[in-house]
């Protein structure tokens, strides 16, 4: 994950968005999953939280370890999304907002992407929004814990 923060801490700097992870634990957690995909995991949604989050806010990186998953989450504190988009977000091709989408840049399927992958690993994504000044969008996703 930390890779994936640098990497995109610069398009997040020229919207100053600071990207936050806290990485402290007892010990380290280990996850069952393909690197590759889960990268493209995060920086899908490192990439989506930078393009429609607040500039000057913030976007935050959170795991919580559960019994046998763990719980990874991706928030913003931008304006958050209207209840009647959600159910459709992780459709191909779908948009929010056209007109800013074109102009933000990407194709419509980042998260179609993000879905695809966290199925594929048999584990499931979700989303919270609403819509508001700094209300926040969080995307969250299980992963296997490695035994």
């Not at 069952?32 to 935050?60: E, P, T, W």
């Not at 959170?62 to 913003?76: G, I, K, S, T």
């Not at 840049?105 to 989303?127: C, F, P, R």
Request: glycine content about 8%.
């Amino acid at each position: 994950v930390r890779d994936v923060i640098e990497m995109e801490e610069m398009k997040a700097e020229k919207r100053d968005i600071s990207i936050k992870f806290n990485e402290r634990y007892d010990r380290p957690i280990y996850v069952r999953a393909d690197g590759d995909q889960i990268r493209q995991v995060y920086i899908n949604l490192l990439d989506n939280s930078i393009k429609y989050g607040s500039k000057g806010g913030s976007i935050r990186l959170r795991f919580y370890d559960m019994d046998e998953n763990v719980l990874c989450e991706v928030a913003d504190d931008g304006p958050g999304i209207e209840a009647k988009h959600l159910p459709r977000l992780f459709e191909r091709f779908y948009r929010v907002d056209k007109a800013r989408d074109r102009h933000a840049g990407g194709t419509g399927l980042g998260l179609s992407i993000v879905k695809h992958i966290i199925e594929a690993h048999d584990q499931t994504i979700n989303v919270r929004s609403r819509q508001g000044e700094n209300s926040g969008t969080t995307f969250s996703f299980t992963l296997k814990k490695a035994k």
